[in-house]
């Protein structure tokens, strides 16, 4: 029996070795990007297969959007903040809302411009066919949520009839 | 006819013991005449037969000598009784006793360990990949960084 238990233990124990083999290995690379200082940064360097200038240049570029980034963000808090106490205290469209309506989407349409030319900018710092797969990729990403919204002949058909 | 007694095969001597009348065949078929050769028992008895029987232990049992005999059968009947666990044990010591069914059983489980852990590691991979690609989208896409 003590063989046999020896046996059994020996393959169990094999088992578990082999998969913390494979487990280990097999996340080593990705393990070592989430533990970068720009884990983003190296993500994208090794997904678009950039050398080390071209990955360089991106990052300079992505150093220099951060605080452009950053701007339109507070922009748009902003803005969304005076929206809202607008419809907070009306319960009609007045001129004031519509004229911060048209503000918000001022400010998204100068983020999306911004973003696009930033995203052209990065792609042109790639190898041609990295930089169209970046472009399509993050294209898809950013602009391709923002136009996700369901359109009306998708919409439930007990909808139509209360509008 | 490996076996012999007093000389005989082991079937001549069986038919001497039984008793038939002397006509017997030998190993190579031949009918010959023997010589009678019933077996008095008296004649054979075993000569540690009448010590035996005449032998009186006096020396005391231990105490609880029965109730711990009992309690050894019941054990022993116990384990007798077939559990899962008992069965699957039976199958181990039998099943590993031959090394072939032991290395394939090694084998096997090497490929399973590996296999899921190469499978999970795939996994895992998509999913840290997954999120760092959403996290540089976040680093650019004001909308998204903000939840609007």
């Known amino acids: 029996?003590?063989?046999?238990?020896?046996?059994?233990?020996?393959?169990?124990?094999?088992?578990?070795?082999?998969?913390?083999?494979?487990?280990?290995?097999?996340t080593a690379v990705d393990r070592s990007l989430a533990q970068c200082q720009v884990p983003e940064l190296a993500w994208l360097k090794k997904e678009f297969h950039l050398s080390d200038?071209?990955?360089?240049?991106?990052?300079?570029?992505?150093?220099?959007?951060?605080?452009?980034?950053a701007e339109m963000c507070r922009r748009i808090?902003?803005?969304?903040?005076?929206?809202?106490?607008?419809?907070?205290?009306?319960?009609t469209v007045t001129p004031e809302i519509k004229t911060k309506l048209t503000e918000v989407a001022q400010i998204r349409a100068d983020c999306q411009a911004a973003m696009l030319a930033q995203f052209f900018e990065v792609s042109r710092s790639m190898p041609p066919a990295e930089g169209k797969r970046y472009l399509e990729w993050v294209e898809e990403k950013t602009f391709g949520a923002m136009q996700s919204m369901p359109s009306m002949s998708e919409a439930s058909p007990n909808d139509s009839g209360q509008h | 006819m490996k076996m012999n007694f007093c000389g005989f095969p082991a079937r001549v001597a069986y038919n001497i013991w039984t008793g038939t009348d002397?006509?017997?065949?030998?190993?190579?078929?031949?009918?010959?005449?023997?010589?009678?050769?019933?077996?008095?028992?008296?004649?054979?008895?075993?000569p540690l037969e009448r010590p035996l029987r005449a032998w009186q232990v006096n020396t005391p049992l231990p105490p609880h000598f029965q109730e711990q005999a009992w309690r050894r059968i019941v054990d022993m009947a116990a384990e007798d009784t077939t559990t899962l666990w008992s069965v699957f044990r039976n199958w181990c010591q039998?099943?590993?006793?031959?090394?072939?069914?032991?290395?394939?059983?090694a084998v096997v489980l090497l490929f399973i360990g590996s296999?899921?852990?190469?499978?999970?590691?795939?996994?895992?991979?998509?999913?840290?990949?997954?999120?760092?690609?959403?996290?540089?989208?976040?680093?650019?896409?004001?909308?998204?960084?903000?939840?609007m």
């Open chain 1, 77 to 91: 808090a902003s803005k969304d903040a005076e929206l809202q106490a607008l419809l907070a205290t009306n319960t």
């Open chain 2, 115 to 147: 296999g899921t852990g190469y499978l999970q590691a795939h996994r895992k991979s998509a999913q840290i990949e997954n999120s760092l690609g959403e996290r540089y989208v976040q680093s650019v896409d004001p909308y998204q960084k903000t939840g």
């Open chain 2, 22 to 46: 002397g006509l017997l065949r030998d190993h190579t078929g031949t009918e010959r005449e023997m010589m009678y050769m019933k077996i008095n028992p008296g004649q054979n008895e075993d």
């Open chain 1, 1 to 26: 029996m003590k063989r046999a238990s020896i046996i059994f233990a020996a393959g169990l124990l094999l088992a578990i070795v082999a998969y913390c083999s494979f487990y280990f290995a097999g």
């Open chain 1, 53 to 69: 200038a071209e990955f360089q240049r991106v990052s300079d570029l992505h150093a220099a959007y951060r605080p452009h980034c």
């Open chain 2, 94 to 105: 039998l099943a590993f006793a031959r090394p072939a069914v032991a290395v394939a059983y």
